[in-house]
C-alpha cells in the first residue's frame, strides 16, 4: 500500500474521505505487493483491450464449450429461463409480500440453474488456466497476468478456489491445482503480505481443502503421501504468519515479510491496523491449532480479542483503526464497512465454531448488534428502506446514510446468529427462542431487501460499491422506532422507491463482490423463502449478461453499473472464483451440502469444520472486564499504600 491517511480522523464531508475510498483506482497494476485487497481492491486500468484470438486450437475448443454451456443453461440457446425474462416463485416474506417480478411463474430447475453457475465458474477457471495460469491477478479482457512475487506468485487464484473446484466435483481442474502447489507454491520469498488477506485467503484455503477432501467424497488424492499437501503448506505459510503477531500489545501488525516472519506497521492509516483485519484471523488459526495440537496459533489470535475488548468501546461497537504498537484505537469512526465488517463477524462464528463452549463471543455479538439498533439503524425517507448507517465522527456525532456493499453481510450474519444455521422453523422449537430472535429475523429481513434493492436500482441490475440513501433530517432511528418498508422493489422505471437510493459516479463501480449473495445463502437455508433463491438468480443473470468477457476471457469487474454496457475494469477478482460463484452455487443447490449447523464459512467462504476445542485441552484463556450500567469498563482499583491513620 502505498498512499497515506492523515493522522487526523477522515472528514466524510470533505475530500479526504472520497480519497480514502477512490485512491484505488489510481494503480497501474505494475505496483509490488498484494494486489487485490477485500476491503479496498486496486484497479488495474480499464483501457487494456483484447489482444487478439487465442493461438491454441485447444484453447479455443474448451473455452467455446465452456461458453456454450453457460449460454444454453441460461437459455440462450432458445429454450428454459431466457435472460431477461425472469420468472418467479410464489412466496411471502413477513413484511413485505412478493418482490420478484416476471409476467408469468413457472416450476424451476435449481439444479439447472446450479449447473449454470459452474459452467461461469469453468468459463472463468479454464479462462485463467489458458492465459494466466499461476498468476496471482488476472486480468480477462487482456488475457494476461501478473505475479506479487517472482519467482512463480504466490498461488493467489489457485488456492483461493480450490475448495469451489471440490464442491463442484472438478477433479480435473483440482488435479492440475493441487500439482501446482505440489510443485511450485513456495512461500519462502522476500515479499511484504497483507497478514489479513493472506489468512483468509491462503491460509484459509488451504485449511478448507484439507478439511473437504476427508468429507466429500472422491477427493483424496491417489498417492496417500500427498494427502496432507495442503495442511503442509498450510502450517509452513501460518508460521511465517505469526511475526505479524510479535508486537507490543498482541494486535497484529497489518504486513509481514513472507521469508523473514517480520512484522510490518501498516503502510497507510498513521501505522495504524484496520479492527477488522486484527480480528479476522481467529477461526483460521483456532482450527489450525486444533488440527496440529499447537497451541501458540489459538493463544496468539485469542489475544487480540481480549486487547480489542479491553479498550472499552461503547455499546459493542468498535472504532475502525488500532495501533498495532500500543493496542489503543485510532480515531472514533464507526462502520460496518470496509475496515469494521468482518469483526462482527467473526464474533459470532468464533461461538459456533467451537461449538458453542466460548460464550464470551456470543456476549460480545449480542452487545454489538443491539449497539448497531441504538445507534446505526436508521430509515429512508420515501420506502422506510432499513439503512444500517456510519458514524465517521463517533457515536455522538453526525450519521451518515452510506452503505458499502461489504455491509450486505449482515443480513445473513444476523439470521445465523438467532438460529445456529438450524432453520427457523427448528429454531422456534428451541426454549432460547424469544422477542430478541424474532426482531433480529425481521431486521435481518429488512436488511437484506435493502441489499437486494441496490442491484434493483441499477440500469445493469448490479450494485455499486457503494449506495447512499435519502433519509429524514433528523434521521428516523430504529431506537425510537422499528418501521417496515413500504416497498416490494417493483421494477418498473418510474418506481419511486428507486428515489431513496443514491449512486455517486466515483461509486458506480462493481467488484464481483460477494456479500449479498452470501446473505441470500444464510436466508435461503435459514427460512426457506424462495424469493432468495430467486433474487439470487436474477443478480446471476446479470453477472453473466454484462460482466462475461468476449472471446472466453472469463469475467470482469465493471466500472459503472448505471450503464449498459458497463466499461470494463479489465481485473477478475480471486473472490469471483472464492465466493461470489460458491454462494450461487450454494445456495441454487441442496441445503444437505455444507450444513450451518455443522461448519462455519470464514470471511472469504472457505468452509471449517465445528470442533470441541476440549478434545485439545483448549481453553477461553480471558475473561472481559466487567461494565457499568452506562457501559464503561470497572476496573481493578490498584492497591493504595495508606498510613498507620489509614490516610494514603
Known amino acids: 500500500m502505498s498512499f497515506a491517511v492523515p493522522r487526523n480522523v477522515p472528514n466524510f464531508e470533505n475530500a479526504q474521505r472520497r480519497f480514502e475510498d477512490n485512491v484505488w483506482n489510481k ?29 491454441k486450437k485447444r484453447g479455443i475448443a474448451v473455452l467455446a464449450l465452456s461458453v456454450f454451456g453457460l449460454l444454453y443453461w441460461l437459455g440462450w440457446s432458445g429454450s428454459g429461463d431466457a435472460a431477461g425474462d425472469k420468472l418467479a416463485q ?10 420478484i417480478g416476471g409476467s408469468r411463474v413457472q416450476q424451476v430447475d435449481w439444479g439447472q440453474r446450479q449447473e449454470a453457475v459452474k459452467d461461469a465458474f469453468l468459463l472463468s477457471w479454464k479462462a485463467y488456466e489458458q492465459h494466466g495460469w499461476g498468476y496471482d491477478e488476472y486480468h480477462p479482457v487482456s488475457r494476461n497476468g501478473r505475479y506479487m512475487a517472482e519467482p512463480n506468485g504466490l498461488g493467489w487464484i489457485i488456492v483461493d478456489a480450490l475448495d469451489t473446484l471440490m464442491l463442484m466435483n472438478l477433479t480435473k481442474e483440482l488435479k492440475h491445482a493441487r500439482e501446482w502447489i505440489s510443485a511450485s507454491l513456495d512461500y519462502d520469498k522476500k515479499q511484504d503480505v497483507n497478514t489479513f488477506e493472506t489468512t483468509i485467503r491462503m491460509l484459509g484455503g488451504l485449511l478448507s ?89 489459538w493463544e496468539k489470535a485469542e489475544k487480540v480479542m481480549e486487547v480489542i475488548d479491553n479498550q472499552g468501546a461503547k455499546d459493542g461497537l468498535v472504532p475502525i483503526f488500532i495501533y498495532a504498537d500500543r493496542g489503543e484505537f485510532r480515531g472514533n469512526e464507526i462502520r460496518l464497512g470496509s475496515r469494521g465488517d468482518s469483526y ?160 455517486k459516479s466515483a461509486d458506480s ?22 424469493i432468495y433463491r430467486e433474487g439470487g438468480w436474477e443478480m446471476f443473470e446479470a453477472f453473466t449478461k454484462h460482466t462475461m468477457v468476449e472471446n472466453g476471457g472469463g469475467f470482469t469487474s465493471v466500472n459503472d453499473v448505471t450503464k449498459v454496457p458497463p466499461p470494463s475494469r479489465d481485473n477478475m477478482e480471486s473472490f469471483w472464483l472464492a465466493e461470489t460463484l ?29 470442533f470441541d476445542m476440549n478434545k485439545k485441552k483448549f481453553k477461553t484463556g480471558w475473561k472481559r472486564i466487567p461494565r457499568d450500567d452506562k457501559g464503561n469498563l470497572i476496573r481493578p482499583q490498584d492497591d493504595k499504600k495508606t498510613t498507620k491513620d489509614g490516610q494514603p
Open 209 to 297: 481443502a484439507h478439511y473437504l477432501q476427508d468429507v466429500l467424497p472422491g477427493l483424496k488424492p491417489q498417492n496417500g503421501n500427498d494427502e496432507d499437501l495442503f495442511l503442509e503448506k498450510a502450517v509452513d505459510l501460518a508460521d511465517r504468519l505469526m511475526g505479524a503477531f510479535e508486537s507490543p500489545s498482541g494486535i497484529p501488525w497489518a504486513s509481514v515479510i513472507l521469508n523473514t516472519g517480520k512484522g510490518e506497521a501498516s503502510h497507510a492509516d498513521g501505522g495504524a491496523s484496520s479492527t477488522a483485519e486484527a480480528t479476522t484471523l481467529q477461526l483460521e488459526f483456532k482450527y489450525l491449532a486444533y488440527l496440529t495440537g499447537e497451541s501458540h496459533y
Open 90 to 99: 410464489k412466496g411471502k416474506s413477513a413484511g413485505w409480500g412478493r418482490i
Open 344 to 503: 462482527y463477524e467473526y464474533l459470532v462464528k468464533q461461538y459456533y465454531q467451537t461449538q458453542k463452549q466460548e460464550p464470551i463471543y456470543l456476549d460480545m455479538w449480542n452487545e454489538a448488534l443491539e449497539g448497531v439498533k441504538k445507534h446505526l439503524i436508521t430509515y429512508s425517507k420515501g420506502a422506510h428502506f432499513t439503512v444500517l448507517a456510519e458514524r465517521p465522527s463517533g457515536l455522538e456525532g453526525k450519521l451518515h446514510p452510506k452503505m458499502d456493499h461489504l455491509v450486505c453481510f449482515m443480513p445473513g450474519t444476523i439470521a445465523l446468529a438467532a438460529t445456529g444455521g438450524l432453520t427457523l422453523a427448528e429454531a422456534k422449537k428451541l426454549p432460547t427462542w424469544g422477542k430478541q430472535q424474532e426482531d433480529d429475523m425481521q431486521l435481518a429481513t429488512e436488511l437484506m431487501k435493502t441489499c437486494m434493492g441496490m442491484y434493483r436500482v441499477t440500469a445493469t441490475g448490479l450494485a455499486p460499491e457503494i449506495t447512499y440513501f435519502e433519509i429524514d433530517d433528523p434521521p428516523r432511528m430504529m431506537q425510537q422506532e422499528v418501521l417496515a418498508s413500504t416497498s416490494d422493489l417493483e421494477k418498473n422505471d418510474g418506481a419511486k422507491w428507486k428515489g431513496d437510493y443514491v449512486i
Open 509 to 530: 463501480h462493481n467488484l464481483q463482490r460477494p456479500e449479498t449473495v452470501e446473505s441470500l445463502f444464510y436466508m435461503w437455508r435459514i427460512t426457506g423463502n424462495p
Open 582 to 610: 460458491k454462494y450461487f452455487y450454494l445456495l441454487f443447490g441442496s441445503e444437505d451440502v455444507l450444513p450451518l449447523d455443522q461448519m462455519v464459512l470464514n470471511t472469504e467462504a472457505h468452509p471449517l469444520p465445528v
Open 27 to 55: 494503480f497501474s497494476g505494475t505496483e509490488k505487493g498484494l494486489p487485490m485487497y477485500k476491503d479496498k481492491p486496486a484497479y488495474y486500468g480499464s483501457s487494456r483491450v483484447a489482444k487478439g484470438l487465442f493461438r
